[in-house]
């Protein structure tokens, strides 16, 4: 199977879950060995010491860019209010890209969301990512990943797309489908 064959399929499989299934918190390390790389997850709820819960990053490996997408989930270990998160790429060129991602309605406790962050094109690919909550939501798992820590996705979770990225991944849809 072609590159292209992977989104659509694993798209389609994103879709078929159903939507009333409890996601639960999986966190994945990512080793490089002698031998390769060893894939590390393990599963569990969200840290109750902290409002939200990070998980999941991962970058996704786009065919309409030199720029790879972020993606990760969230929890809410409490209700919390809608609040902002700021994403800052860096580039291996010194300079630095801000990108905001909205969670309008705030967030029930236990609830899970996933987030696609999808940056301009810079002609090259970031070396890191800073995940940031405001100062008013405890964070776990926000912090710095850089590019070849997290794992590659080849899936993008349609749930996850904001409007304003609409653009972007009708693009890709029809790029990895030829």
Request: charged letters at 20%; proline letters at 5%; aromatic letters at 8%.
């Amino acid at each position: 199977m072609t590159r292209a064959h992977w989104i659509p399929i694993l798209t389609a499989a994103v879709l078929l879950l159903p939507l009333t299934a409890m996601a639960q918190r999986v966190t994945c390390n990512n080793a490089k060995t002698a031998s390769g790389f060893t894939l590390t997850c393990s599963q569990g709820e969200g840290d109750p010491d902290f409002d939200i819960s990070v998980s999941g990053v991962s970058r996704y490996d786009a065919y309409t860019s030199d720029t790879d997408w972020l993606e990760f989930t969230l929890q809410a270990n409490r209700n919390v209010p809608s609040f902002e998160f700021t994403i800052t790429f860096n580039f291996p060129d010194g300079t630095k890209q801000v990108e905001k991602e909205n969670v309008f309605g705030g967030l029930f406790a236990d609830e899970v969301e996933t987030a696609t962050v999808i940056p301009d094109d810079a002609g090259s690919n970031w070396t890191s990512v800073e995940i940031l909550a405001p100062g008013t939501i405890s964070c776990d798992g926000c912090g710095t990943y850089t590019s070849t820590s997290i794992m590659t996705t080849k899936a993008i979770d349609p749930s996850s797309i904001s409007m304003d990225d609409l653009g972007p991944v009708f693009r890709e849809i029809q790029r990895s489908a030829r």
